[in-house]
């Protein structure tokens, strides 16, 4: 609804004559099919304490789209979303994005909605609802067009929030032939019913996120065919879980947590070659991921080889003597045809050890257990 | 020494005139990058030429505001993409779904005939587009020969 007030004030606002505006409306639809080829069938978390058909496999942590053992599903990897800008002059625009994935059945929600002042050319500041860019393709992460794969890893992309609201400022000029970018960006966020956290590791009635004073900064280069990303994050979480109307636990109040990460991009001579990684720290729990990827560009086909690890430690799923660790690897196998012009095809296997140690109420669990995945799917960008 | 240097011009004319000759003969129209004739930027590197068609940087050395053009399709455009952009049709237009769907940038306008281009760089004194060189007449300027 938000959505729609933005774009009638762009209109009302439009309707003075002096000013001269400029539309431009963009979307992008994803359709992918996936089944479990194979896996462990018992001892997961999410299998016998969630009830999830396991062997599973989480390809979208964010929005809790999950593969499960029972045939082919087009859910957890289909989405689609649509962009509007709206220019009022050189200096002003509204910029407005829905989108809705299968995990959350597609509801469609308000991911940006956000007015920029170019200050200068070089210099831009915006205010208003925008992803945050923890991620290297964090901003597009649902554009499946926008990447060499049919979804960028879950082992780093599996943040349960990924849009806030706030004021973000952003610097750009050239840097010798190449250029840089230089963000800043403050604000906050929360949901009162995170499908990250609850679908996939609590199994509440529903668990309520909080995040307030996140301060984050980001530095970008590119160079013809380097791309370098560093980024750094601030924030304190409050989060309960609600098991019932009168049943709520409080899980942290209050805690700061930091985010680091690193991101590399060639494309040389046709040869891609990508590596990323993060590290997030909080009170009493912390994490890494990391990515490496090797694709080459034949034509109109883009093969790849990927490998993905997360790690944590986490005192939640622990017992006395030690923490719980979700410890995930994914080699991945990804064919890309970009076969006409917007729309790419995409299958992809991916080959899931899971060698997490999870203890819940005397009993140890993996967390889906070992998978493979088969998926394929249509990109499609407008 | 007057008489080498002269023979050297001479010389030099004639391989001038050869070389328009077999240019001609061969009808190979260059690409051109063409800017409006009252843009004071007289002339850009590769890289920075890159860099405005791909809206990694918005303005003109100089600090103006530039807005690229490109052809939506044919020959020139692929011919600009691989000696220009260095990139695929298919890296490129992923490349503009990225910069779109993060609020970047948008592509830039499209046009579908060398004349709508020609005519867009003519009357907007930020245009940057390109052309075949023998479609250049004194309603635009060539920055950069292909």
Redesign the interface.
Known sequence: MKYYKGLLTALVLSSTPALAVDYNFGGYVSVVAGGIIDGDKSGSYLGEELGYDCPCFVADYTNAGVYEDDGISFKPDSGYGFNAQVSFNEALSITAQIEGKGGNDFEAELSWLFLRWNVTNKLSIDIGRKALPLYFYSDFINVGYAYPWIRPTGDIYGWPLSSYNGISASFTDDLGDGSYTLSAWYGREEDDDNRAYNDIYWGAESYYIEWSDILGGSFEYNYDWLTLRAVVMSNTSTEDAHWAANDIEPVSDNVDQIFYGFAALIDYNDVLLQAEYNQFDADDFDSKGYLLALGYRINNFTPMISFSRYSDNDPDFGNDEQDGHQVNNTLSYSLRWDFMRSTAFTVQYDVLTDNTVWFEEGEQYTFTGDSKLLAMGVDYVF | MSFNLSLLSKLCATIIFLSCISFSATSQASLVIIVHPDNPVTSL?H??L??IFLR????F?N???AKPAELNSGDLRNEFLKNVL?K????L??YW??M?????A?PPAQFKVQAGMKNYVATNIEAIGYIESDLVDNSVKVLTIY
């Open positions: 590197n890289a920075s890159r860099k990694k940087i918005k303005s050395p600090g103006t505001l260095k695929s049709e298919s890296s237009s992923s779904a990225r779109l769907f993060s609020g970047k948008k």
